[in-house]
C-alpha cells in the first residue's frame, strides 16, 4: 500500500525535474497567500477598534466638522 502511494507521488511529482519545481513553487505561493491571510486576520482579531482603519471615521468627521465652522 504505502509503496502504490510512493510509487505515485514519484510518478507524478519526482520523475521531471519542471514538473517538481512547479509543484514546489506553486504550493510555495499558495502557502505564502494561506499564512499571510491567517496572520492578518489575527492581528486584526487582536487589535480590533486599535487600528486606524476601525478610528478613521471619528478624525475624518471632526475635520469635516472643523471645516463647516
Given at each position: 500500500?504505502?509503496?502504490?502511494?510512493?510509487?505515485?507521488?514519484?510518478?507524478?511529482?519526482?520523475?521531471?525535474?519542471?514538473?517538481?519545481?512547479?509543484?514546489?513553487?506553486?504550493?510555495?505561493?499558495?502557502?505564502?497567500?494561506?499564512?499571510?491571510?491567517a496572520s492578518n486576520s489575527v492581528w486584526d482579531t487582536f487589535?480590533?477598534?486599535?487600528?486606524?482603519?476601525?478610528?478613521?471615521?471619528?478624525?475624518?468627521?471632526?475635520?469635516?466638522?472643523?471645516d463647516d465652522e
Open positions: 500500500m504505502a509503496g502504490a502511494i510512493a510509487s505515485a507521488i514519484y510518478q507524478a511529482l519526482f520523475r521531471r525535474n519542471t514538473v517538481y519545481l512547479t509543484a514546489m513553487f506553486s504550493s510555495a505561493f499558495a502557502f505564502e497567500l494561506a499564512f499571510d491571510t487589535n480590533k477598534g486599535r487600528q486606524w482603519k476601525d478610528i478613521k471615521y471619528q478624525y475624518i468627521n471632526k475635520a469635516d466638522e472643523e
